[in-house]
T-cell receptor, first 115, second 113 residues
Framework: GAGVSQSPSNKVTEKGKDVELRCDPI?????LYWYRQRLGQGLEFLIY????????KSGLPSDRFSAERTGESVSTLTIQRTQQEDSAVYLC?????????????FGPGTRLTVL | GNSVTQMEGPVTLSEEAFLTINCTYT??????LFWYVQYPGEGLQLLLK?????DKGSNKGFEATYRKETTSFHLEKGSVQVSDSAVYFC????????????FGKGITLSVRP
């Protein structure tokens, strides 16, 4: 079956512009996560969705970042007024949620470059 | 808070050499521990995991043992191959409402023929 997909794979934008990053999770996975990897750093948690709700947004770095999920499926991460420090690879992961830990399956990521 | 510390890289080895990649952690609560791998041009994938103290995770010839007393989860392989060249990430998750992963910085392994 299809894995997690993300689009676009690469995005170059100018400082101050808004960008939208898309994630298509594995069908039937109710949990969805966004992470960010800046150069030379590990992955940082951004936000977690259970269904269409986001009970944990603690990793969003500023109010310029927002995310939504619809139909318990596709999620969009939006960054407004992008800054150079937003340049990173943005990764999406999904998992089944029953109880305890469920393996997270990662997408290939979106590489964002802010000029 | 939770954190994961990995040894500095990159690491370059010859084929069939022994590999150890160190990983230590701090956690509030009882974590599950993971090694993720990212092969060139591919997405991040789970390599192995251990969910309680003294458990050994293993896969593709790699092993790691959950050591609560030393808060460590070192990755080992007895004989590396060129195909093992990748970036390796140690991570933890504390069971609770969301099971988010906390990652180390990752280490690049290059294996020479």
């Amino acid at each position: 079956g299809a894995g997690v997909s993300q689009s676009p794979s690469n995005k170059v934008t100018e400082k101050g512009k808004d960008v939208e990053l898309r994630c298509d999770p594995i069908s039937g996975h109710t949990a969805l996560y966004w992470y960010r990897q800046r150069l030379g750093q590990g992955l940082e948690f951004l936000i977690y969705f259970q269904g269409n709700s986001a009970p944990d947004k603690s990793g969003l770095p500023s109010d310029r970042f927002s995310a939504e999920r619809t139909g318990e499926s596709v999620s969009t991460l939006t960054i407004q007024r992008t800054q150079q420090e937003d340049s990173a690879v943005y990764l999406c992961a999904s998992s089944q949620r029953t109880s305890g830990y469920n393996e997270q399956f990662f997408g290939p990521g979106t590489r964002l470059t802010v000029l | 808070g939770n954190s994961v510390t990995q040894m500095e890289g990159p690491v370059t080895l010859s084929e069939e050499a022994f590999l150890t990649i160190n990983c230590t952690y701090t956690a509030t609560g009882y974590p599950s521990l993971f090694w993720y791998v990212q092969y060139p041009g591919e997405g991040l994938q789970l390599l192995l995991k251990a969910t309680k103290a003294d458990d050994k995770g293993s896969n593709k010839g790699f092993e790691a043992t959950y050591r609560k007393e030393t808060t460590s989860f070192h990755l080992e392989k007895g004989s590396v191959q060129v195909s093992d060249s990748a970036v390796y990430f140690c991570a933890l998750s504390v069971s609770g409402a969301n099971s988010k992963l906390t990652f180390g910085k990752g280490i690049t392994l290059s294996v020479r023929p």
